[in-house]
């Protein structure tokens, strides 16, 4: 079971009040999912930000799955972007896939792609 540090009164809380830091319990098991952008499995990438932000969380949930894992057992999210708007529609998004605590800790940086999700997961082996 991950334990999740909310440090609001050492730490400037986060605009949605997510944790801060994530715990891995001794001896989990890690999976490590590379970046993941929004095309299709026919190689066809969906016309707006938010379509394509679905498909990198539905992507990463089918990695996650081939590995008995799923998105409560993701630790960290780094969130790569091209326009810092599409930030939004990434918490929405990544809002209806897992507890409100994840919610936060977005990394911005600038590419030539819309966006791109990657994660680490950890499961407890006991």
């Known amino acids: 079971m991950l334990k999740v540090h909310t440090l609001n009164e050492q730490v400037r809380a986060h605009s949605n009040n997510a944790g801060h830091a994530t715990e891995v319990p001794p001896h989990a098991r890690w999976l490590f999912c590379n970046g993941q952008v929004g095309a299709r499995l026919d190689g066809t990438i969906p016309d707006t930000p938010k379509e394509q932000i679905h498909v990198i969380f539905d992507r990463i949930g089918t990695i996650l799955g081939a ?60």
């Open 67 to 126: 590995a008995n894992m799923s998105f409560e057992d993701v630790v960290k999210f780094s969130v790569y972007v091209t326009d810092g708007d599409i930030i939004a529609d990434n918490l929405d998004v990544r809002g209806d896939r897992y507890a409100p605590w994840q919610k936060g800790g977005v990394e911005n940086a600038i590419g030539r792609l819309v966006g791109r999700e990657e994660c680490v997961s950890s499961q407890d082996l006991n």
